[in-house]
């Protein structure tokens, strides 16, 4: 292989507070340089500047990688901009001198994107849509092979044509679960070529898991390793239950999931001995309003000092990998955050899913766990926590199912790994 081999990633950095994010950059940097050592690569993130340095991405050494800044946003005079990074690309080789981005970009042999797993959509009421989809013009545009990684396509409803463009024009896509495939195979119509646009799994998946050692508190510790207690493991989602209101108006639901959420930990402290430990995966400060945290420690407020010994609320100091050891050592898991509820299903944990996207139902569908998913937006509050009860109660039979359809995830996710790690490889002779 050559040693000047380069490759640069959109969509996933390990600057974001959110640990499913943090978990598409691990998997996918630690995937290609532990198939492909001589290869150089460049991450786009959402800090300043470029900087060089090392990152943990699996339970081996830390790999040495170049960050470069990419935003979007009204300050177009800063070389991380979007508008800036376009124009600049535009501007032929001088252009590609004063701006690093654009550079590095035009040095790769292949640009990767992700998306962020779940963000090549305009379902968003923000303009997310013109960064996901912008960057990714700006390197088709740049003539650059761009490969899309295991993702979710859609839904789209302005922004149709734009995202089918981009598909067609990639060297190849992944979609992460047999559902948005359906979407991707349809963006692309005849066009669709099965050599090239691939049915997948998620890339967290292959997530490697490492125990935090100093990093968690040695009481806390003790707590999830007393096997004389039923653990449960439940992530709320700060997005969806900090602003109250904002689950039925803007996402649909039929019942308030603050209420959803409280009337089910009350059953589990009212007719089960089990203990339960609140699993932030978005780590944003309290008071923001996306933040895990807040919500946990809201719940454990709201039920009262007379559970105080039953219920803890994790920690925020710990990365992808060391959340994701956390979650393995629950008896049984629930979450609203997807990639919280990868890291129990991809550790054999009976898991289960309080979800208001079709997406989530697409993955654990892969590993066969569909009636595991109970969506708001089809069921009253009431229905939702006596499912779930029902779910933990038979936590026993679902560890046993869930076992080897798991391996067979995780095979397909080794997998397609070294595919793409092949596709990439073969692209360094262009």
């Not at 943990?56 to 009204?74: A, K, N, Q, S, Y």
């Not at 896509?173 to 070529?193: I, T, V």
Request: hydrophobic letters at 40%; one cysteine or more.
């Amino acid at each position: 292989m050559k040693r000047d081999f380069k490759a640069s990633l959109f969509g996933a950095s390990p600057r974001t507070l959110n640990m499913g994010v943090n978990a598409l950059f691990a998997s996918a940097t630690a995937g290609l340089v532990r198939r492909l050592p001589d290869l150089q690569i460049t991450v786009f993130d959402t800090a300043k500047g470029m900087r060089y340095e090392k990152a943990r991405v699996d339970d081996h050494e830390p790999v040495p990688l170049r960050f470069i800044g990419f935003r979007t946003g009204r300050r177009f005079y800063r070389p991380e901009n979007l508008r800036f990074m376009q124009f600049a690309a535009r501007a032929g080789a001088l252009g590609r001198m004063f701006n690093p981005g654009v550079r590095a970009i035009m040095e790769s042999n292949v640009v990767l994107d992700v998306s962020g797993g779940d963000s090549f959509t305009d379902m968003y009421p923000d303009d997310r849509i013109d960064g996901i989809a912008g960057c990714k013009e700006l390197v088709l545009e740049s003539g650059r092979p761009l490969l899309l990684l295991p993702q979710t396509y859609g839904p789209f409803d302005e922004s149709l044509d734009r995202a089918s463009r981009i598909v067609r024009e990639s060297v190849a896509c992944y979609a992460r679960d047999e559902r948005s495939f359906e979407n991707l195979r349809s963006m692309l119509g005849h066009e669709f070529d099965s050599d090239r646009h691939k049915c997948g799994v998620d890339m967290a998946f292959g997530l490697s898991v490492r125990d935090p050692q100093d990093g968690l508190d040695r009481d806390l510790r003790d707590w999830i390793g007393d096997v004389g207690a039923s653990t449960i493991g439940f992530n709320p989602s700060g997005l969806i239950g900090n602003t109250p209101g904002i689950d039925r108006e803007k996402y649909g639901f039929r019942s308030g999931y603050q209420a959803t959420v409280m009337d089910f930990l009350s059953r589990l402290m009212k007719e089960t001995d089990a203990r339960v430990l609140l699993v932030p995966h978005v780590m944003s400060a309290v008071g923001t309003s996306e933040s895990d945290l807040e919500m946990c420690q809201w719940l454990k407020r709201s039920l009262g000092d007379d559970h105080a010994g039953r219920i803890r609320v994790g920690p925020v100091g710990l990365d992808q990998c060391e959340v994701k050891w956390m979650i393995s050592k629950m008896d049984w898991f629930c979450g609203t955050r997807m990639h919280a509820t990868i890291a129990g299903l991809s550790t054999g944990v009976p898991t289960a899913t309080i979800s208001y996207s079709d997406k989530a139902l697409g993955v654990f569908e892969s590993c066969g766990q569909g009636a595991e998913v109970f969506d708001p937006r089809v069921l009253e509050g009431n229905e939702i926590v006596e499912r779930l009860m029902d779910s933990y109660r038979r936590r026993g039979e679902t560890r046993s199912s869930l076992g080897n359809a798991v391996r067979e995830v995780k095979a397909q996710a080794v997998a397609q790994m070294d595919e793409i790690a092949s596709i990439v490889e073969g692209l360094s002779t262009r």
